[in-house]
């Protein structure tokens, strides 16, 4: 996923990238708010002419035009890319001011990073994509997930999957090989914010892979214990 971070302060803007790419984001940065302005109105037709989607973090202080601003002016523009709002201020009133200018979602600071994580996820699966940006079809070895139908198959075997299971699928076959831990997966699957301790994930994976790694057929699931799950081909 492409990360268009606007963000004043030098140390956040070093440590969310050192993270951010160490899980396999692409970042880009904005200091100010017409400079975080420019970069989403490039994004945004990137998009359009069917570039990469993104996920916008934007600061609510910045200089120049704050962060409310910003995204108000982005919305006026009917910019689809998903925005995130980052701040110090963590009062209702802040929150809903932000959200009313057209952000997504809020996220006061200091913050988890593994939350960060999470909510980049679920805004990823919601994300406001123009209709040819978006793969009707997910495709990984013998396994297909058709968006539109909400069908699956292996091997040309239809698979019958319930509401939350699908949601899982798609979550893991959007990101071949990438590691979702059961926070994410939580948030990303499903947008709930469950006791990660809790066996919930597990309970569905296990079910999930019982219905798509059957009879002889190569195990795509994955499981790195205490880290979480990946779906991916097998090599070679």
């Not at 790419?21 to 490039?42: F, K, N, S, T």
């Not at 990469?52 to 200089?63: E, F, Q």
């Not at 108000?72 to 932000?98: H, K, Q, S, W, Y």
């Not at 600071?109 to 940006?133: G, H, N, Q, V, W």
Request: glycine share 10%; net charge negative; aromatic share 4%.
């Amino acid at each position: 996923m492409n990360i268009l971070l606007i963000e004043d302060d030098a140390r956040i803007v070093s440590f969310l990238q050192r993270g951010l790419r160490a899980e396999g984001h692409a970042v880009q940065v904005a200091y100010d708010g017409p400079g975080g302005l420019a970069l989403a109105r490039d994004a945004a037709r990137e998009l359009r002419q069917g570039g990469p989607s993104c996920i916008v973090l934007l600061d609510v202080m910045l200089p120049g035009l704050d962060g409310v601003e910003v995204c108000r002016t982005l919305r006026a523009e009917n910019n689809p890319l998903p925005i995130l709002m980052l701040t110090a201020l963590g009062e209702v009133d802040e929150r809903v001011t932000g959200l009313r200018a057209g952000a997504d979602d809020y996220l006061p600071k200091p913050f988890d990073f593994d939350e960060l994580l999470a909510r980049i996820d679920a805004l990823a699966r919601r994300a406001r994509t123009l209709p040819s940006e978006r793969a009707s079809q997910l495709v990984v070895d013998d396994l297909v997930f058709d968006r539109d139908s909400k069908k699956v198959s292996r091997g040309g075997n239809v698979i019958e999957l319930t509401a939350r299971e699908l949601a899982l699928l798609e979550l893991l076959m959007s990101a071949p090989g990438r590691l979702f831990s059961r926070e994410r997966i939580l948030a990303g699957a499903w947008g709930v914010n469950e006791d990660p301790l809790t066996n919930v994930v597990d309970v569905y994976v296990g079910r999930l892979r019982a219905k798509i790694d059957i009879g002889g057929c190569r195990p795509l699931i994955h499981t790195q214990r205490g880290l979480g799950y990946r779906l991916e081909a097998p090599a070679g």
